[in-house]
Each structure stands twice: as structure tokens, then as C-alpha cells.
């Protein structure tokens, strides 16, 4: 391992990723980093960024482990300070944790520090379960539950590396009485249409010089979904009129929040926006600088709802107002959450937004029955002949007719875009369910819920984006034959 106090700025260059620096004159990738204030470099012997991002975190890992036995004082006291120390190195070594979440987990420690009297100087063996319990109940009156869960899964952690180092034998903190604050999901309180429509007109005639900015800005993020940081990011050439998407990359560094950039569709609306920006400001202009002027407008946000009588609107409620109308509009579920960033195939949008479907909910009510229909011209067919058996030849019959009208057969094929492709194009049922469910997945490349099944047309553009047109062309072709009234 080889040490350096200063370095030649001409010869080496950062690259995008904490701890790495790149050699000029040769290319290679290099580690760099602090173990214990100890400026520590290695080669990664690559010249590819790609591969040098993955070894990266094997070698600072590997001297961590070389330090860690002088850090980790299992032969006499460890104290809650000598704990946190160690959290902190390996805070600063790690490269898959963003730096605002480093910054934050340093915040709770420092909070955990100030409100817990000594507990640095405190041998980790002596902290009990009451004292965690004592301490939770205190914090947990002065700050929010999201801080108070943040901050308690710091105090975790760090007790986690006295265990691993044989300090003491249970972690107190992970207690099943030390429990998380209950968070109470936000009620969301969002402008319907044509409040939205006066909103966005009272702040871009407010008289400022700002309000047209901040205005379109306001309809930016209504009508793409956005958080704050990636729409900062979001350049004119992000936006392509001949696909209709936006891409959203985040940060040059670190990227979104989920490290990985995605495609949003542009809307009616967006797209009549950024025409006219990129009308007013050039072509030039508008693709190689940010679409937005104005990076924050609460404020214009704040005196516009005061003045109109509306419920206070943040930038993050703008977010919450594109997937609201979206599922309102019929985008289903899993789709929205795919638009907004999320990775959990739509859990957590189903539950900040499943109310939403309340009024579909009712509508579907309305076909359930219970006793008698009061239709005089129906008759109850006798118990004894029931119609499920002439149902079910009927249904065969379909499924046999169907297959009659296709030269190629699909449905027994083991490509499983074939048979997910033809059982979405097809109204008869020819692929049993649970197979449907199988082969959406395995075309997809992602997980695919039942109820996405339901609107099928929904899986099939996207679709259409995974493999691109060329392929789904190849397939019509393949699968039309004999049977162009079913396949489009």
C-alpha cells in the first residue's frame, strides 16, 4: 500500500465516484481514501470505469478489515465513542451509500450524543435495554417520528459493530420493546383541475420578474413527477418531442434516488409547455441548459394558495398531484409507480394512492348481488341441471375456435413473449391463467402482479419500450398469420 501527502492535480483526475481517483498519463483506476486519517491509494489495475466501480468496494473493504482488529478493542472496554468511531470509518469507506444519506446518519449521531447524557464515554456492556427504552421515550417527545426512527436505526447499528466485535453479547437497542415511531401517512390535500389551472395563472401574473419561471416550473412538476434534485438535472436535450419522454438521469454523480435513470412520457400538457419554452428561449438555449430557471418557489407556491384559498402546497405535493391524476386518468398503478422511481412494483404507490380507486371500487359494487334479481323474464334453472357444465363446453368451444383461426400455435410455444404477445391481443382465453401470469413475467423481465392482467393493453406498450419495434414487428408477422383480426 503506498502513501501520499500530496499529489499532482495535472496527473490525477476524480472520477464520478467517492474514494476514486483515475491516473492520467496511464488510465488505470486507483482507491483513494482515509483508513483511521491514515491517505491510503491502490491500484485497481483497470482503465474501465465500470469495472474498476465494482473492485472499489473489495479493496477498501479488505483495508478496513486490516485496520479493524486495533479499532475494534475486544480485550478490555469498549466505550459507545469507540463504536461510533468505527460506524463512521466505514460511513466514509463505503461507496454504495449517497453522501446525503452519510450526512444524515451523521446528524442522528450527533442528536443521539446530545440527547443522551454520557453515553459516549459509556462501555457499551452497561447500556440496557431500559436505558435504550428511556432514552427512546425522551427523543421521541422532542423530535418527529421520522427523526426519531432515523436516529434509533443509527443507535442499532452502531451497538451492531460492539456485538460483531465480541464487546457484548445482544444489541438492547433491536429489543422488541424498543419499538419504531408509528409514522402518520400525510393526508394529501391536492387543488382539483381548475384550481391547479388558477394557481399556475395567479403566480405567473404576480408581477415579479420570477413568477413566469416559477409558474412554469409549478406545471414542470405537475406534470412529470419529479423530485426536487432530478428535475434540477432535467436538460432541454433530456426532452424528446420524437420519442414523447422525458429522461430523468439525476445526479452526474450519484444519479436518483435509486441510483438508476428512468423515462417518464410526456403528457399533452408537458409537451405543449416545453414547445413553448423552447419556442422563447432558441434551440440552442433550451437543449444545452436546464429546463427549469428557478430551482424552489415555495414561496410563490405559499402566497398563491393563501391568496385562492387552497390548502398549502409544497413541491413534493406537485409529485403527489401527477400520480393522483394519472391513476385518475386509468394509468394503472404499477405503471405511475414505474413513472415516479419507484423500484417495489407499486406497493408503496398503492398505498399512498390507493383510495384513489374508491370510485372504481364503488362502480364494481354495484355488480355484486345478494337474493333475487328483480327480472321478471329471468328464470332460475333447476339445482339439478346446473349450467356449468354447458358453460364450460362453451367455452371450449371459443378456445377451440379461436386456436382454429391461428396457422402458428402460440399458445404452446416456449418463447414466453410469444404466448404473453398472443394471449393480450386475444379475447378468448386460451392460456390459462396461471401460465399468462408466468409468461408476462419472463417477457417483462420484471415482477408482474395478477391485477395488472387485467388491463392487458397496459403491459403490452410497455412491452413495446422493453424489446423495441423491430422485435414486436418480427413477432406480428409471425403470430398475424391467419389471424390478423385478433393480433394488433
Not at 486519517?37 to 470505469?49: A, F
Request: charged content about 25%.
Amino acid at each position: 500500500m503506498k502513501t501520499e501527502n500530496s499529489e499532482s492535480e495535472s496527473l490525477w483526475t476524480k472520477a464520478p465516484v467517492a474514494n476514486l481517483v483515475r491516473y492520467e498519463p496511464s488510465g488505470i483506476y486507483f482507491a483513494r481514501a482515509k483508513v483511521r486519517g491514515k491517505l491510503v491509494r491502490k491500484s485497481l489495475d483497470t482503465n474501465v470505469l465500470s469495472v474498476a466501480k465494482l473492485r472499489l468496494a473489495d479493496v477498501l473493504d479488505s483495508e478496513y478489515r486490516v485496520v479493524a482488529p486495533s479499532q475494534t478493542k475486544i480485550v478490555g472496554k469498549m466505550t459507545f465513542a469507540d463504536a461510533l468511531g468505527i460506524f463512521r470509518e466505514r460511513q466514509k469507506l463505503a461507496t454504495d451509500i449517497k453522501e446525503n444519506t452519510k450526512n444524515y446518519n451523521e446528524r442522528a449521531a450527533i442528536d443521539l450524543l446530545k440527547t443522551w447524557p454520557g453515553l459516549g464515554q459509556t462501555d457499551v456492556k452497561r447500556i440496557t435495554k431500559f436505558d435504550c427504552l428511556e432514552w427512546r421515550s425522551r427523543f421521541g417527545k422532542r423530535y418527529s417520528p421520522t427523526v426519531t426512527n432515523g436516529t434509533l436505526s443509527v443507535l442499532r447499528r452502531i451497538l451492531d459493530i460492539a456485538v460483531d466485535s465480541g464487546a457484548r453479547y445482544d444489541n438492547p437497542a433491536k429489543d422488541k420493546d424498543v419499538k419504531r415511531a408509528r409514522v402518520r401517512r400525510k393526508e394529501l390535500q391536492l387543488p382539483e383541475p381548475d384550481q391547479f389551472l388558477a394557481l399556475v395563472s395567479h403566480v405567473r401574473g404576480n408581477g415579479s420578474g420570477r413568477g413566469g419561471h416559477s409558474a412554469d416550473a409549478i406545471e414542470f412538476f405537475a406534470y412529470v413527477g419529479s423530485r426536487l434534485s432530478e428535475a434540477a438535472k432535467i436538460y432541454g436535450r433530456d426532452c424528446s418531442f420524437l420519442k414523447n419522454e422525458i429522461i430523468i438521469r439525476g445526479d452526474p454523480i450519484t444519479g436518483t434516488k435509486n441510483w438508476e435513470m428512468r423515462r417518464v412520457p410526456m403528457i399533452p400538457e408537458m409537451r405543449k409547455l416545453l414547445e413553448r419554452m423552447k419556442a422563447e428561449r432558441g434551440e440552442t438555449e433550451f437543449l444545452d441548459n436546464p429546463v427549469l430557471k428557478v430551482r424552489k418557489f415555495n414561496r410563490s407556491l405559499k402566497n398563491a394558495c393563501k391568496k385562492l384559498g387552497l390548502f398549502h402546497l409544497t413541491h413534493h405535493d406537485l409529485r403527489h398531484l401527477f400520480a393522483t391524476r394519472c391513476i385518475e386518468s386509468g394509468v394503472d398503478i404499477p405503471t405511475v409507480a414505474k413513472w415516479l422511481g419507484h423500484k417495489d412494483g407499486g406497493v408503496l404507490a398503492m398505498q399512498t394512492y390507493g383510495h384513489l380507486r374508491d370510485g372504481h371500487s364503488a362502480n364494481m359494487a354495484l355488480k355484486v348481488i345478494f337474493g333475487e334479481v328483480a327480472t321478471p323474464d329471468v328464470v332460475t334453472p333447476p339445482k339439478q341441471n346446473p349450467p356449468v357444465t354447458v358453460a364450460s363446453a362453451n367455452s371450449n368451444k371459443t378456445a377451440a375456435q379461436a386456436k382454429a383461426a391461428y396457422s402458428y400455435p402460440w399458445w404452446a410455444s416456449s418463447n414466453p413473449i410469444e404466448v404473453f404477445w398472443g394471449q393480450a391481443n386475444e379475447p378468448v382465453q386460451i392460456v390459462p391463467l396461471p401460465k399468462f401470469l408466468q409468461s408476462a413475467k419472463a417477457a417483462m423481465g420484471r415482477e408482474v402482479f395478477e391485477q395488472e392482467l387485467a388491463e392487458p393493453l397496459a403491459l403490452v406498450d410497455e412491452l413495446v419500450e422493453r424489446v423495441g419495434v423491430s422485435t414486436i414487428e418480427a413477432l406480428k408477422a409471425k403470430l398475424l398469420s391467419g389471424a390478423s383480426q385478433n393480433i394488433g
